[in-house]
């Protein structure tokens, strides 16, 4: 069994995503990977397009779709586990007048989430978090006082995962850089932190497809940022 966690604002949603745009290849149910359903709290088999999103735009979705297929290309047999916690211009740095990710914020997404994985390890007799995927970064680009303040808030938020969420000192998180042009302190940011943390990995987004709007990504680059999670994601090793 592996057992991991989807967590960001809207590209780690999947901003603008739909049933119809699921590619064929990705679309069918998989009855060995589920997702955590945040608003009954249970587990459900994950389908595409169908419980991949939120309560108000359910049929988003995002780099979770690609991963379960890689996934199981790899695991054939091993139930996966997902759990995701996202929503749209959710800042990392402490606000108190938006919704962040700051884990000095109460009530706010990191204890939201925090509460939701709990409660999937309940569901699986305790099971350990196998890893953290994490895309944000680009609110705080709106904001160059935040923008600054990212390796530094990045850095306290890895180390409070590891705590709250999977217990674990050494635990995989892997995230992606800030690909929208403008956000490039951000994405740096993003880099140092990789640099220094042993057990944290990304990769530059860039240079993949996105939407008109050049923020959000498009299905090609959501699908290309699953792709990539899987390639850095090993249950059994160290990073």
Known sequence: ???????????????????ETVPAAYASADPLTYIWNNYIGGFEMLQ???NTGTVANPGAWGPEVAFAH????????????IVKSVKGSTGL???????????????EMFDLTAARVNAARA?????????????????????????????CNLEALFGAIRS????????????????????EAVAQAQAEVDEADPHAASFAAADLAMQDDALHYAAEGYLAIGTEFSALFDPWSVL
């Open 164 to 183: 709250d969420w999977m217990g674990d000192d050494a635990g995989q998180i892997l995230f992606a850089r800030v690909g929208a042009p403008g956000f």
């Open 48 to 50: 595409p397009g169908v």
């Open 123 to 151: 569901d699986l007799n305790s099971a350990p978090v196998d890893a953290v995927f994490f895309v944000q970064g680009e609110q705080d680009g709106f904001a160059e006082a935040k923008a600054e303040a990212y390796a």
């Open 1 to 19: 069994m592996t057992f991991v966690v989807f967590a960001g604002q809207s590209n780690a949603l999947g901003f603008g995503m739909t049933a």
């Open 70 to 81: 890689e996934f199981r290309l790899a695991h054939p047999s091993e139930p996966l586990f």
């Open 93 to 107: 740095a402490q606000d108190p007048d938006e919704l962040d990710w700051s884990p000095a914020s109460h009530d």
